[in-house]
């Protein structure tokens, strides 16, 4: 197998960078909410809010990356029987990973099982809000040039 694309380094530090942000708005979002409930009673345990976050947010990244190397690895296949079968099994290796992880973050009284499967979902919600945000800019920059002549 070839060495670790650029593409693939570049995507991955993207998402990083979207996991870090989402978690530290859920982070924030759970602050708010244990002020808000105070006088209900029982006060959220921080400690494992940010342990099921940061646990979350690293499996949610690695994930992400298993399946860069995947999409790398089938880019060299020519055999589509091939290319299915190992597109197959990745999938269901990741699968399987994030399996394990949701049923560690419900069961170990270590982890806030909610702030660790939110982070499960932040990497495809920054990569749909950046798709959305690159489309509005590319059609404001084409109106812009239609406007100029060009």
């Known amino acids: 197998m070839a060495k670790l694309q650029a593409a693939v380094k570049k995507e991955t530090l993207t998402v990083t960078v979207y996991t870090i942000v989402g978690t530290i708005i859920m982070f924030i979002g759970f602050v708010i909410f244990d002020f808000l409930t105070q006088e209900f009673g029982e006060r959220l345990n921080f400690l494992t809010v940010i ?28 055999d589509e ?18 399996a394990l992880w949701i049923i560690a973050a419900i069961v ?5 099982w909610v702030a660790g499967i939110i982070p499960l979902l932040i990497p495809s919600l ?23 002549g060009h």
């Open 81 to 98: 029987k091939r290319v299915a079968s190992i597109w197959k099994l990745g999938f269901m290796r990741r699968m399987l990973f994030i």
């Open 126 to 148: 920054g990569i749909k809000a950046m798709g959305i945000i690159r489309g509005k800019n590319n059609k404001s920059q084409e109106v812009e040039r239609k406007q100029d």
């Open 108 to 112: 170990a009284p270590c982890f806030n």
């Open 51 to 78: 342990l099921g976050g940061v646990c979350g947010a690293i499996v949610a990244v690695l994930n992400f990356f298993l399946m860069a190397l995947t999409v790398q690895r089938v880019t060299y296949e020519e």
